[in-house]
T-cell receptor
Framework: GAVVSQHPSWVICKSGTSVKIECRSLDFQATTMFWYRQFPKQSLMLMATSNEGSKATYEQGVEKDKFLINHASLTLSTLTVTSAHPEDSSFYIC????????????FGSGTRLTVV | AQSVTQPDIHITVSEGASLELRCNYSYGATPYLFWYVQSPGQGLQLLLKYFSGDTLVQGIKGFEAEFKRSQSSFNLRKPSVHWSDAAEYFCAVDGGRGATNKLIFGTGTLLAVQP
C-alpha cells in the first residue's frame, strides 16, 4: 500500500533554532499533504494543508511564519518550525490522501519535537 | 460545523472480553467515517472506513464498525480483545468532502487491556 515516510522520528533542538520535518510519499504522488499537531494525550489538530506548487492553507490560529510549509514536488512536503520555543514541543504528523486505496489517508509515523 | 465526539476517554477491558468504542459525529451530509489506531509515539494506522453501502464495515485485526445514521454513530467493536490491542483509538470524519478533504478527529479513546 501507499507509504508516507516521515523524518526525523524525533528531534531535540535548542530554543531559537529551526527544525525541518520531511514527509515523502514513497510509491504514489501526494499532491496534497496535511500536517497535524498532537499534544500529549490529546487528539490530532490540523495545522495546515499543503498543495504541490502552491501556498499552504493554514488553519485558524496557526502562525504561518512560525510553521513554514513547502510542497515543492509531488513526493515531498516539509514543515519547518522556525525559531522554536519550548511550547512548540509536540508530536507532528503528516498525512496524504491515498488514491491507491480507494480513498482514505496514509499517515507518516510522526516526529516528536522537543525544544529545550 | 463538523465534529466528532468520543465519549470515553479511557476504557479498560480484560483480555478476551468484547469491546465497543463509541463515536458520534455531526455532519450535514453523508459522512465519510474512519477509525484509526495509534500506538505510543507512532503514526496512525487505518482500521476501517465507511463511505457508503453496507453499514457494517469489516476492518483489520478483527475490528468492525457499524454506521447508524439515525444515531449519528459509528461505533467500533471487537468480539475478543487481545493484549496487543492496547493503544489509542481515534474516530474521524471527512470534514471537507469535495472541498478540502481534511479529516476531523475525535479526542480519542485510550484502551487498556488487563490480563
Amino acid at each position: 500500500g501507499a507509504v508516507v515516510s516521515q523524518h526525523p522520528s524525533w528531534v531535540i533542538c535548542k530554543s531559537g533554532t529551526s527544525v525541518k520535518i520531511e514527509c515523502r510519499s514513497l510509491d504514489f504522488q501526494a499532491t496534497t499533504m496535511f500536517w497535524y499537531r498532537q499534544f500529549p494525550k490529546q487528539s490530532l489538530m490540523l495545522m495546515a494543508t499543503s498543495n504541490e506548487g502552491s501556498k499552504a492553507t493554514y488553519e485558524q490560529g496557526v502562525e504561518k511564519d512560525k510553521f513554514l510549509i513547502n510542497h515543492a514536488s509531488l513526493t515531498l512536503s516539509t514543515l519547518t518550525v522556525t525559531s522554536a520555543h519550548p511550547e512548540d514541543s509536540s508530536f507532528y504528523i503528516c498525512s496524504a490522501p491515498d488514491s491507491l486505496r480507494d480513498y482514505g489517508y496514509t499517515f507518516g509515523s510522526g516526529t516528536r519535537l522537543t525544544v529545550v | 460545523a463538523q465534529s466528532v465526539t468520543q465519549p470515553d476517554i479511557h476504557i479498560t477491558v480484560s483480555e478476551g472480553a468484547s469491546l465497543e468504542l463509541r463515536c458520534n459525529y455531526s455532519y450535514g451530509a453523508t459522512p465519510y467515517l474512519f477509525w484509526y489506531v495509534q500506538s505510543p509515539g507512532q503514526g496512525l494506522q487505518l482500521l476501517l472506513k465507511y463511505f457508503s453501502g453496507d453499514t457494517l464495515v469489516q476492518g483489520i485485526k478483527g475490528f468492525e464498525a457499524e454506521f447508524k445514521r439515525s444515531q449519528s454513530s459509528f461505533n467500533l467493536r471487537k468480539p475478543s480483545v487481545h493484549w496487543s490491542d492496547a493503544a489509542e483509538y481515534f474516530c474521524a470524519v471527512d470534514g471537507g468532502r469535495g472541498a478540502t478533504n481534511k479529516l476531523i478527529f475525535g479526542t480519542g479513546t485510550l484502551l487498556a487491556v488487563q490480563p
